[in-house]
């Protein structure tokens, strides 16, 4: 690991300390050989003051367990029918599961308890079918999680609910991490699983907002373990849950590269902007400074001091992700000659091959356009095929750049290529504010 990566990691601290995270591992995730780097990982949560409930399935304990037994079962993973003989095999392969967890967790030095914390009901009967011992949650005890926690206890939760007359329901544990983060008001629900997260075109989707998310739920086939996650992780965030996390658990160190970085490795729902364009401010100058520098001292960047950032500070633009500045742009207009110049174009090394650079680029266009602008123009020393190749841009002469820009262009010997497109008017007030 190198100190760069910890640097990354302690600015994440402050924000996740003292928070709830809602852990939920699929039960052919707990039978992997990467579940004790899983419990390792969740060590490393508990020990920057971070609050983890642990929530578990169990349906491919419950096939395991039918299959040495030699009984037929109606469903296996909380979402059917549950017969008389399915419920058994669910309450012993689900306990035994929670305490190998609990044991799991007390070997990297956590302590761990089962938590009854799921009240059930019966999820009754559905297009004429009753679902016998499968059950929904009717609530959750709150009062007893957070105890638990407040003691620096991380609570296991199996696939289970009780009522008050002490029957035991089969519930889905999807379900179950949902209704626990809405309880306890988590920051994140994870869902770990055996699954790379959504792909499209062989591409992990890394970001999606409820609204995306609820789109797509429409298009796909419902009653995958996919789709489930997806429909109670929306669910989630339409409650207020800021973020939900849908991860391959069979990977190391999926967890943390997940909490711990700008991107990720899996598909992320959102509850509120997770990426934004906007305007700077004073305070961010210093920021710009310290994420263009490397660009600057390789020539790649004009250099700017502070106060040529101020001067022109309505002309300068960031790129938050997860409110951290990650990227940045200027538009600065010459409206004589109704042309604008793209300038102090930089995304973080760390975002590079996202995509984020374009549509910097393209949130410019917009702008310039939506401002009456004609033409674009950028000047570059090594990013000359990125705009030709990405943004249609045609190389020019100083004769084409507004007298006041050629003479500062004539002045830097800095011999940049002069790279210039016609712009698409758009409509006032269409800019884009947010990716």
Known sequence: MKVSDLRGILQYVPRFREKIFVVAIDGDVAASENFGNILLDLAVLRSLNIKAILVHGAAYQIERLAAERGVQISNSDGTGVTDEATLKL????????????????????????????????????????????????????????????????????????????????????????????????????????????????????????IAETEDLLKKRKPGTNLASKLDYGARACRSGIPRVHLLNGLVDEALLTEVFSHEGIGTMIYSNEYQQIRKVFKKDVRNIMGLIRQSVNSEELMRRTRADIIARIDDFWVLEIDRTLMGCVAVHKYPEQKMAELACLYVNKACEGEGYGQKLMAFAERLAAEKGMEKIFALSTQAFAFFQQKGGYQEVTAADLPPERRDKYEASNRNSKILMKAMTPAPTGEALRRT
């Open 90 to 209: 669910s309450i012993d392969a689900g306990i035994r599961l929670t305490n190998e967890i609990m044991q799991g967790l007390t070997a990297v030095d956590l302590r761990a308890a089962y938590a009854n914390a799921i009240i059930a009901h019966p999820f009754g009967i559905r297009g004429g079918v009753d679902f016998l011992h499968t059950g929904k949650v009717e609530r959750v005890d709150g009062n007893s999680l957070r105890l638990f926690l407040n003691e620096g206890i991380i609570p296991v939760i199996p696939p289970l609910g009780f009522d008050g007359e002490g029957k035991t329901f089969r519930v889905n544990s999807d379900s179950i991490a949902m209704e626990v983060a809405e309880t306890v008001r988590a920051m994140k629900i994870i869902y770990l699983m055996s699954e790379d997260g959504l792909s499209t075109n062989g591409e992990i989707v890394r970001q999606l907002s």
